[in-house]
């Protein structure tokens, strides 16, 4: 028997995965909570409006991360409700900084490239033109505020760089690795002594190989993956919120025979010679196998007795917690068609960002919804460990009206307060990994690891990290 820790994206991702091979089931899930799909969560409100407390859209990179994903997607007959975003969308093109007390349009394009930007009071052309100029640096990993500002300049780091992780990680640039987080740009330097040398011979050598390459994969890909391509999606959502996936997955397991228990959380693991015994609500279950999508720090409790060194490295993984307030306006009150908007962490404001729900993907009720981020690796300096929902309201509603000059109030409105929901990839984090596996490996423990503390803390990311839990795990029963 095959136990999976958790019944969000990912732990229903590997189950799905896992029934591929007979020798892992049955297979039972653990969820701690009342309901799957982890911290992808849509609320539907009477009038068709939809609040989304994770993720809304995914990426469409054209790689083997989403393209798996959308391979998903299509097994699981959810093609024809995908919400399609080109790269010509205005969410796709239009993203927002807020720094020195103003908005600016981060540069794209053409016109990004040439024109002084207000943002960096530079053009793009010099930002490129001057990380040619840099020498190379050989290092092992380094923060990506580090990384950037060292290739590119420390305005871009501060005022580009940093808002993004703040977006994506509700973390410091300061302290998430760079190997990690731009694994491709980062060898790129390494190898070549430039990002953009490194990343023009990448293009070319893909060029040389182009034909044979093609021909191979275009007889591989699905149907989706290929319209992805043909329409050059951006990002897409789902039809009625994006825990529509998770929801269908789960259904889909279920109907093949997956067992998921709510409410049994597990508190102990411990790997015998000939099985694995997990204490479940202080009862003792036994299993052949383990794929943990719990948070890596939340594992590192369960191993602790058994294996503390790898319960030491899983520790090296932290979480941080993020607040997400919800608001729903009567009316468009916004200054431009856009994703939304990044605070630059030097503001010295307790939000991290504001996502325009609405101009990405058209509410039924046409009114204007907007979803503030707030907190993270900050939360507790802005916050304290005990802030009320009522005050994160609060803050929120007067964030988002002084910073977009909105003057109306919100006519709805919902607050959550996600903790520990974020892993933090920090410097050494791709190191990390390798001592974990390594660990694992050598002591043949019969445990996979997915979820969004190790490869990526994207949709895509976790889905593929499941897959691979299962490739993984299988080394040991084959």
Known sequence: MTAILGAGISGLSAAYYALRNTKMVPIVIYEATNRVGGWLHSIKLADGTIFEQGPRTMRNTNDKNSNTTLELIEQLHLSDKIIPISFRHPASRNRLIYADGQIHLMPTGIKGLIEKNSLLNRSMFSVLWNELMVTKDL??????????????????????????????????AHKISAKSFMTRIFEAEQKHGSIIKGLIHERFSKIKDNTSINEKSNN??????????????SMWGIEGGIEHLPETLAHNIIDRGVNIKMQHKCEQLKFNKDDVELTIN???????????SLPAKTLADLVQDQHPELSNE???????????????????????NAFGILIRPKEERPILGVIFDSHIIPQRSKATVLTVMMGGAWFEKYFGQCSSEEH??????????????????????????????????????????T?????ISTHKIPLGLCGSSYQGVGINDVILSAKQAVSDINLHIL
């Open 282 to 292: 202080g009862e003792i279950k036994t299993c052949s196998r383990v794929i943990s």
């Open 435 to 439: 001592h974990i596996h390594n660990y």
């Open 392 to 433: 994160l309201l609060s803050v929120a509603v007067n964030q988002v009206q002084e910073i977009l000059h909105i003057k109306e109030d919100p006519k709805a409105f919902n607050v959550s307060i996600l903790k520990d929901c974020i892993p933090q990839h920090l410097v050494g984090h791709m190191q990390r990994l």
């Open 139 to 172: 290092k092992d990993d380094e923060s990506v505020y580090n990384f950037i500002a060292r290739r590119f300049g420390e305005d871009v780091a501060d005022k580009m760089i940093s808002p993004i992780i703040a977006g994506i990680f509700a973390g410091d």
């Open 314 to 336: 899983l520790k090296g993984i932290p979480t941080v917690t993020v607040g997400v307030v919800n608001l729903q306006f009567s009316e468009n009150i916004l200054p431009i």
């Open 220 to 233: 591989t890909q699905t149907s989706l993956v290929q319209r992805a391509q043909k329409e050059k999606w």
